[in-house]
């Protein structure tokens, strides 16, 4: 084995969490697209000029999400597990959103009644806005604990309800996911088009860029002093059989701070959402779109590693029964399972990398109703 086991599970929490930086940065724009597209475009030909600067690639996008979570069923089985039972409502609201986003580009354009048109545009707004909101309301439930336990012989048992997930603090933590997702698909936008659809989507890009900024900021004073965090307080010796409820894990306030204390350098995440938005509010009012789509990005993975970061070692905590928690050191697959793992995402991720890099570079340049009206029997 080129790694030893604990090394290895580390590598994993950041495979994992390059993959979800991954989605957010490709699926997140698409995401932000469809949700701006009933607001951005007034009219037919300026719906369908959004629609087509991610006609071509919001299904390749989207494979980011599949495969991270598959990565998580792979390497951390147990969290898996737990999360698709105790969070099944969510995940499915997500799942019937994203089902409106292939029947949305395909079938929308193929009748010309306003009717039929506006009614895609929203089931394509939901689309892009309803998972961008959940996905936010997880990771602010995640913060908080998630109330479930495991007995002794690793049953688990789930006592939450959906509408408990909708507290205030994980609904903050909806408003930045969702902010952060429209102000990069404000960027891209300005990105691809021009005229009117451009000024709007500049518009856009001021509007939830400091949106992101005040949430941002909001929801990390609220982390700092109003919800309390988990820390591992003991861990069985490394040779031990592999046991969840073998650790002793408190739960403090502040506690979700002690890493920042730990390894100041982590602090650069906070900081790269920060700056990430600030500078892409100002790339786009200088109109240097390609630079602010660069930050922007910048600032979607800078939130993402500063939830990481807080929580890391912890990636499922529980309210119920702090030992039940679940964490990169006890959730893991097998020694043999993460290496082979390991070596499939060294070989094949840069291959994906350089073919999506070459998606986007055949596909770039602006998207106008002139080239639609060119295409019309050929384009969404």
């Not at 701006?36 to 000029?49: H, I, K, Q, S, Y």
Request: net charge neutral; hydrophobic share 55%; charged share 10%.
């Amino acid at each position: 084995m080129i790694f030893d086991y604990d090394t290895l599970k580390v590598i994993w929490w950041l495979f994992v969490g390059v993959l979800l930086i991954g989605f957010a940065v490709t699926d997140g724009f698409d995401l932000g697209v469809g949700a701006l597209l009933p607001f951005v475009g007034r009219t037919d030909g300026e719906r369908r000029v959004i629609i087509n600067t991610i006609g071509p690639t919001w299904d390749g996008n989207q494979v980011w999400l599949i495969t991270a979570g598959g990565a998580v069923f792979a390497a951390w089985p147990m969290v898996y597990a737990a999360a698709f039972s105790g969070l099944y409502i969510a995940l499915l609201l997500v799942l019937f959103a994203l089902f409106f986003r292939p029947v949305g580009f395909d079938y929308r354009s193929k009748i010309e009644d306003p009717r039929w048109r506006t009614a895609w545009d929203w089931a394509l707004f939901a689309g892009g806005a309803v998972p961008a909101l959940v996905f936010g309301v997880a990771f602010g439930n995640l913060l908080q604990g998630v109330p479930f336990e495991f007995d002794s012989v690793l049953r688990s048992t789930y006592t939450g309800s959906f509408f408990a997930l909708l507290n205030p603090f994980a609904l903050l933590c909806g408003v930045v996911s969702l902010a952060m997702l429209l102000m990069h698909g404000a960027v891209y936008l300005q990105l691809r088009t021009e005229g009117i659809v451009q000024a709007r989507a500049k518009q856009a890009v001021r509007i939830f860029s400091l949106v992101t900024i005040a949430a941002f900021a909001l929801a990390g004073v609220w982390l700092a002093f109003g919800i309390d965090g988990y820390r591992i307080l003991s861990m069985p010796a490394p040779d031990a059989v592999p046991n969840v409820l073998a650790k002793t894990v408190e739960r403090a306030s502040g506690a979700w701070l002690d890493n920042y204390g730990n390894y100041p350098w982590m602090m650069l995440a906070p900081l790269a959402a920060f700056a990430g938005a600030g500078l892409t509010l100002v790339l786009s009012n200088q109109g240097r779109e390609g630079m602010a789509f660069i930050t922007s990005g910048f600032a979607l993975a800078g939130v993402i590693l500063t939830a990481g970061f807080s929580m890391f070692p912890f990636v499922m905590p529980s309210s119920l029964s702090p030992a039940s928690s679940l964490t990169a050191w006890d959730a893991t697959s097998s020694h043999l399972t993460l290496t082979w793992m390991f070596w499939a995402v060294l070989i094949f991720l840069p291959i994906i990398l350089a073919y999506t890099s070459g998606v986007y570079r055949v596909m770039r340049g602006k998207v106008t109703e002139a080239d639609i009206r060119a295409r019309e029997h050929s384009v969404y």
